[in-house]
């Protein structure tokens, strides 16, 4: 069973900050929060990952609450391009885990 | 570097059936995982590999196997395939060496088994 749980879907208007909750109240010390997106079947894209500290890159930043047991992915400027399924996941940083994805939240941009 | 590349991308098969299925990781990347993606089940994992070792292992039964080359390239076949193998099989490739290790997948392969 996947470790993290997220809305099924969310709407966001083009140009605006799309917001995108995980729920992960179970993650251990040693695991860290990641967050893919699929667009259209194709294979997951990578966007960020973080452990405790707040991240930020080209893409997005990733936001983790203070007991970690929860985090928000921000897209800062959504655009069309940006619908697609985001999946966060939790994992540890080394050592050999079975990993679950869950059904993600499907995000669509809205012109 | 060149990303992860599966073949083939498309596949059609009939039941009973075996089918081979290969991923080429990124270069310098040791560790290929495996994962299984079906409407409504999300991404299932597979199995992973690590030195031409299978390290971990998903709820999958016996027909699903996989096997890595010293190359670190990777296979994985599945044997008297059934109707729900119909999916899109996902591979990821990762370096394995630091302490933070991010997963690329490939473009998967879509069988089909009819």
């Known amino acids: 069973d996947a470790k993290t749980t997220q809305p099924p879907s969310m709407d966001c208007a083009e140009g605006r900050a799309a917001n995108l909750p995980c729920n992960h109240s179970?993650?251990?010390?040693?695991?860290?929060v990641y967050w893919y997106r699929q667009i259209h079947s194709q294979g997951p894209q990578y966007i960020i990952h973080?452990?405790?500290n707040n991240e930020t890159n080209e893409m997005a930043s990733l936001i983790i609450t203070e007991d970690r047991k929860s985090s928000t992915l921000i897209l800062p400027h959504a655009t069309l391009r940006d619908t697609a399924v985001y999946y966060c996941i939790v994992r540890v940083a080394s050592g050999y885990q079975k990993v679950t994805f869950g059904i993600g939240t499907k995000l669509q941009v809205i012109p | 570097k060149a990303g992860v590349t599966q073949t083939p991308r498309y596949l059609i098969k009939t039941r009973g059936q075996q089918v081979t299925l290969s991923c080429s990781p990124i270069?310098?990347?040791?560790?290929v995982s495996w994962y299984q993606q079906t409407p409504g089940q999300g991404l299932q994992f597979l199995f992973e590999y690590f030195s031409e070792t299978q390290r971990n292992k998903g709820n999958f039964p016996g027909r699903f196997s996989g096997r890595q080359f010293s190359n670190s390239r990777s296979e994985m076949n599945v044997s008297t395939l059934e109707l729900g193998d119909s999916a899109l099989y996902l591979c990821?490739?990762?370096?394995?060496?630091?302490?933070?290790?991010?997963?690329?997948f490939g473009p998967g392969t879509r069988l089909t088994v009819l």
């Open positions: 973080g452990l405790k």
């Open positions: 990821a490739s990762s370096a394995r060496d630091r302490q933070t290790d991010t997963q690329y």
């Open positions: 270069s310098g990347h040791r560790s």
């Open positions: 179970t993650i251990s010390g040693n695991e860290y």
